[in-house]
């Protein structure tokens, strides 16, 4: 056929309209299915307080929903990657938290502490971190099956990855409050994967289960007094300048407001339990670069789990796999107790554990004595397991 004829121009437009129609259906149907694995998001970035420190950014769809995601942050030293670092640890979060790197200062960070001493550490994001926080209601709703397994097998999505990025068969895993449940439960499922746990202030709870309410979904990290949009306001003041006029008149700045909000949370005991900046333990800029970070929502069905079967925990005993621990004590008098019996059920002989007198929740994580108390020593323990 003449390549002039008209009738050729209307064949080839017809061919070109329907291999577009197919690229289109191809990469719509891309972005609703799984990925197979974690993709990088964009450049790495360095941190002006460690400028030798860099971090690159991954994501892994988990399912269809826009909320099926995880994520990991990979902070290590140079502009490259190490192909084969000496020293691996994946960091498991707590309650409401996720992989960002904050505070952005060393000393209260273990993320920069640990890369600055040529530690690749990777941090995780969970599916919570991707739930945007306008959602309300039944938008919520599928975070009713967001249970400790479900986490899990996420958990061990991320174990593979990192573990195949850095060619380690065994990595250490630290963890934060719920994030140490989390190592827990993943030793007892995959000890082959584990050379060490570092636990900060959390523990196996000995609750027995029970049945979530029917209707709720998530626990909101605002309250009724503080709710979420007066507390990411509260952050914002404490960074931007501590010492201006507080929200609330009866304290004398934002600073001051903040401590209080974090001395006196009655869900952590209402004594220093989060935080005890007023006993200079932590400081209220550094807990607000935490606090602000925090995702919105957790699923309100992990509230009433307890994951460890007694098949699990006699696994985990079978593990050996070496624990540090560090306890806060201001939360409750058994808490400490609860973090130290937790330590030793691993069946380990390389067991240790710290108290840290005077100190709440958050002051374990970015408090003013962590790079002594906690960082410093949790790295010796890293080289020790991975020598």
């Given amino acids: 056929m003449n390549m002039a004829?008209?009738?050729?121009?209307?064949?080839?437009?017809?061919?070109?309209?329907?291999?577009?129609?197919?690229?289109i259906a191809v990469c719509i149907a891309r972005a609703a299915a799984p990925t197979e694995g974690f993709v990088p998001l964009g450049e790495a970035h360095s941190f002006k307080v460690a400028p030798t420190v860099n971090e690159w950014r991954f994501e892994d769809i988990r399912g269809t929903s826009p909320f099926d995601k995880i994520g990991l942050h990979h902070v290590t030293m140079g502009k490259e990657p190490p192909a084969n670092p000496s020293m691996v640890v994946l960091y498991l979060p707590g309650t409401n938290m996720n992989g960002i790197v904050a505070p952005d200062d060393i000393k209260h960070s273990l993320a920069l502490y640990l890369a600055s001493h040529g530690v690749d550490f990777w941090a995780m994001d969970y599916r919570t971190h991707f739930v945007t926080?306008?959602?309300?209601?039944?938008?919520?709703?599928?975070?009713?099956?967001?249970?400790?397994?479900?986490?899990?097998?996420?958990?061990?999505?991320?174990?593979?990855?990192?573990?195949?990025?850095?060619?380690?068969?065994?990595?250490?895993?630290?963890?934060?409050?719920?994030?140490?449940?989390?190592?827990?439960?993943?030793?007892?499922?995959?000890?082959?994967?584990?050379?060490?746990?570092?636990?900060?202030?959390?523990?196996?709870?000995?609750?027995?289960?029970?049945?979530p309410p029917p209707d709720e979904y998530a626990d909101d990290i605002g309250g009724a007094h503080l709710t979420y949009d007066k507390r990411k306001t509260l952050m914002e003041m404490v960074i931007a300048n501590p010492d201006q006029a507080a929200p609330i008149p009866k304290y004398k700045s934002a600073r001051?407001?903040?401590?209080?909000?974090?001395?006196?949370?009655?869900?952590?005991?209402?004594?220093?339990?989060?935080?005890?900046?007023?006993?200079?333990?932590s400081d209220a800029v550094e807990l607000a670069?935490?606090?602000?970070?925090?995702?919105?929502?957790?699923?309100?069905?992990?509230?009433?789990?307890?994951?460890?079967?007694?098949?699990?925990?006699?696994?985990?005993?079978k593990s050996e796999v070496p624990v540090i621990a560090f306890a806060s004590t201001n939360i409750a008098p058994d808490w400490p107790k609860m973090v130290e019996d937790a330590a030793h059920?691993?069946?380990?002989?390389?067991?240790?554990?710290?108290?840290?007198?005077?100190?709440?929740?958050?002051?374990?994580?970015?408090?003013?004595?962590?790079?002594?108390?906690?960082?410093?020593?949790?790295?010796?323990?890293?080289?020790?397991?991975?020598?």
């Avoid at 919105?296 to 696994?315: C, G, H, I, M, S």
């Avoid at 374990?364 to 906690?374: A, D, K, P, T």
Wanted: hydrophobic content about 35%.
């Fill in 5 to 23: 004829h008209p009738k050729f121009h209307r064949i080839m437009l017809s061919l070109v309209a329907q291999a577009l129609a197919g690229v």
């Fill in 133 to 211: 926080p306008d959602k309300t209601g039944d938008d919520l709703k599928e975070l009713k099956n967001w249970t400790y397994d479900l986490f899990d097998d996420d958990i061990d999505e991320a174990v593979k990855f990192v573990r195949a990025k850095t060619h380690h068969g065994k990595i250490v895993l630290a963890g934060f409050s719920r994030g140490v449940t989390n190592e827990y439960l993943y030793a007892a499922e995959h000890p082959e994967n584990v050379a060490g746990i570092i636990a900060l202030d959390g523990f196996i709870s000995s609750r027995a289960p029970k049945e």
């Fill in 256 to 281: 001051e407001n903040l401590e209080h909000v974090v001395y006196d949370s009655r869900e952590f005991g209402g004594q220093g339990g989060l935080a005890n900046p007023q006993g200079g333990k």
């Fill in 289 to 317: 670069k935490l606090l602000i970070t925090y995702d919105r929502y957790w699923p309100k069905v992990q509230d009433f789990e307890n994951p460890f079967t007694p098949d699990r925990l006699a696994a985990l005993k």
């Fill in 345 to 387: 059920s691993t069946g380990a002989k390389d067991v240790s554990f710290t108290k840290l007198d005077g100190d709440g929740h958050l002051d374990v994580l970015c408090g003013n004595l962590s790079e002594g108390m906690v960082f410093a020593p949790a790295l010796e323990f890293i080289r020790r397991q991975q020598k």
